[in-house]
């Protein structure tokens, strides 16, 4: 199972609503990332989850909270999100930099639309 | 500060052609070099490569890691519309779990 799920697959949310991203992989993965993708550019980091605790977070402004319950969930919470942040959110799981090599997989996303 | 360079950044080419796609870095304490192709949704995982010389092909896809002179390319063989999509390289350094990709190349293959 090489498998990343991620729920929605669609979001649509206004600007003072609450809502999140779930995540969730059962590779026995311990790292575990959020990345932001807009249209025709590349998955940009946001954060970086290591044995469940928060590693990275590439300067992400805090009205995105992400959260990692155990070591196969990951979330991302949303609140008084902006137009400007409707995109492609991409979930990955990898082995950790402390365990062997291995590949990265991606969720099939959620697209976000803020309105 | 680590970057990865991808060139080129479009490329149109016909059914059947043969394409290399370049991939430059610079990390620090570099891990693993990989590659994805990404059409609508998610990219999809083609090669992690760790050593430099070896060769990892996969049907017309294959591709190599040069360490010294920090780079890696991506061939793809005798092109099909299918192969149309973006190739993007990611590099991954031993300093921290960072995932950093290049901007992609965008492959249009023509019928």
Aim: aromatic content about 8%.
């Amino acid at each position: 199972d090489t498998e990343v799920t991620q729920t929605p697959k669609h979001l649509v949310m206004g600007m003072t609503n609450k809502k999140s991203l779930k995540c969730e992989q059962h590779m026995g993965h311990r790292a575990m990332y959020w990345y932001k993708q807009k249209a025709k550019k590349p998955p940009e980091l946001m954060f970086v989850y290591s044995y469940e605790k928060l590693s990275i977070n590439e300067s992400v402004p805090s009205r995105f909270s992400p959260e990692c319950p155990n070591s196969s969930l990951l979330n991302l919470h949303l609140h008084a999100l902006q137009p400007e942040d409707s995109a492609l959110y991409l979930c990955a799981s990898s082995q950790t930099a402390l365990k062997m090599n291995t590949e990265a997989f991606f969720g099939q996303g959620t697209r976000l639309t803020v309105v | 500060e680590d970057k990865v360079v991808q060139s080129p950044l479009y490329l149109v080419v016909h059914e059947g052609d043969t394409v290399t796609l370049n991939c430059s870095y610079e990390v620090t304490n570099f891990r693993s070099l990989l590659w994805y192709k990404q059409e609508k949704k998610a990219p999809t995982f083609l090669f992690m490569l760790t050593s430099s010389g070896i060769e990892k092909k996969s049907g017309r896809l294959s591709s190599i890691l040069d360490k010294k002179e920090l780079f890696s390319i991506l061939n793809i063989t005798a092109t099909q519309t299918g192969d149309s999509a973006v190739y993007l390289c990611a590099v991954v350094g031993n300093r921290d779990d960072k995932i950093i990709f290049g901007k992609g190349t965008r492959l249009h293959i023509l019928p």
